[in-house]
């Protein structure tokens, strides 16, 4: 298994399983909710996949009993980190 030079806690883990590359988003406490580091994590991952060529197949996958949120919207709009928006 390998990952990226990003904190482990959020950065997508990339695992190879013969021609399948599996991509798991580690981020189970925001619901997967993509940030800048996920975003950059999973562009390099599908960089790999492109590059390549004996892998045939992508798996995503979220840690955690959630998919995706979406985009996590507490870093879009500045709050510090460990803080949330109440509506």
């Not at 991509?23 to 909710?33: D, F, G």
């Not at 060529?53 to 870093?75: H, N, Q, Y």
Request: aromatic content about 2%; glycine content about 8%.
């Amino acid at each position: 298994m390998t990952g990226n030079s990003m904190s482990d806690e959020q950065v997508p883990m990339t695992e190879r399983r013969d021609r399948v590359l599996l991509i798991t988003v580690n981020r189970p406490e925001a619901k997967i909710s993509t940030n800048a580091e996920v975003s950059e994590a999973l562009v390099a991952a599908i960089d790999e996949l492109n590059i390549d060529t004996t892998l045939t197949a992508c798996v995503l996958t979220g840690a955690g009993g959630s998919f995706s949120a979406g985009m996590d919207l507490t870093e879009r709009i500045g709050l510090p980190k460990g803080h949330s928006m109440h509506i």
